[in-house]
C-alpha cells in the first residue's frame, strides 16, 4: 500500500470508528490534508474506502497458527481456551472494537463478504463443542449433530470475553483486570458450567437434527467438506 492511500485508510478507520460510515469526503479529506479530488485518484468511491478498511480489519481477527489449536489434545482443554481467547481478543482496540460494532449496526456481519458467521462455527464453535464431547465421552457430531442450544453454549463464553471489549472502547465503562486476568477468570467460571449443561443435553433424546439448524451450521459441522469447497467469505471469526 502507497504512503498516501495508507494514510486515507488510516483516516477513515477512525472517523468511521468514532463517527459512523455516513462520514463525507470532505471530512476525510480534512483528516488527510488531501483535496477529495485527490482522494478519488486513490479511491473512486467512499464505497471502495469502506471496503478497504473493512478488509483489513476483517484480515487482522484471524491467525493461522490458530487453526487445529482448540483441537490439539497435548494440553487440557481449560489451558486451551484460555491461551486462545487470550490471544484472540489481544488484537482488540478502540478502534477495531467500534468498527466492528458499526459494521454490525450497518448489517455487514449478517450476509455477504463480511459475514462471519460460518468461519465462526467453523473454527470457535464447532472446535470446543468436540473436545466438550471428548471430554464427557460423548457421541461426536459425526454421530449426533451439533444443536443450537450447543451452538449457544459456546458463544455464551465467545461473547462474555467480547463483551469487555466493548465495555471499554464502545461504552467508556471500565473493566477490572487485563486480557489475560479476565479470560482465564471467565473460561474457570463457564467450563465447569458447560459440562454439565452439556451432559444434560445429551441425556435428553436428540431434538435437533441437521434439518433445524441454519444451513451455514450444517456446513460448519462438515469440517472436512468445508475444507475442500471454495468460499467467497473473508476466514475470519
Known sequence: MKEIERRIVRAAEALFAERGFEVTWADIAAATDLSPTMLRR?????????????ARLFAGRWRPEWEGFLGNRAAPLER???RFFTEYRAHANRTSTRLWT???????????KYSYHAPLMRRIVLPIVRELRHE??????????????????????HG??????????VFDLPVHGNVAELVAMMVRVWLPGARAELARLHAQPMAATLSALPSQERVA???AMVEAEPTTELEIA
Open 221 to 223: 459441522q462438515r469440517p
Open 102 to 112: 458499526r459494521a454490525g449496526l450497518a448489517g455487514m456481519h449478517a450476509s455477504g
Open 42 to 54: 486513490y479511491f473512486r468511491t467512499k464505497s471502495l474506502l469502506v471496503d478497504k478498511v473493512m
Open 80 to 82: 486451551r481456551l484460555i
Open 160 to 169: 462474555s470475553i467480547a463483551s469487555a471489549s466493548t465495555r471499554t472502547h
Open 136 to 157: 464427557l465421552d460423548l457421541e461426536p457430531v459425526e454421530q449426533r449433530p451439533l444443536s443450537p442450544a450447543e451452538t449457544e453454549l459456546v458463544l455464551m463464553l
